[in-house]
């Protein structure tokens, strides 16, 4: 993942709009994930904020993405 741009994005978690900054590989595999799960994005990274405890959301989402690769 080295020399990849940080990417920061809105999104709308429980009616709220937050920024998220992930590199774009992952807002790529996010993307490919929630399209094989018809489903959008935003729908899929409210599912990994509702589970996520005391993780910060960013490593959630990386985590999340590296655990659907392997």
Known sequence: MFGHAVVKRSVT???HRTSI???EPFWLHLHDIATSQ???VNNLISE???SRG???LSS???LYVLH???
Do not use: M, P
């Open 13 to 15: 978690l429980n009616g």
């Open 21 to 23: 900054s992930l590199e």
């Open 38 to 40: 018809n489903r959008s």
């Open 48 to 50: 990994i904020d509702e």
């Open 54 to 56: 005391e993780t910060g």
């Open 60 to 62: 959630a989402l990386r």
């Open 68 to 70: 659907k690769l392997t």
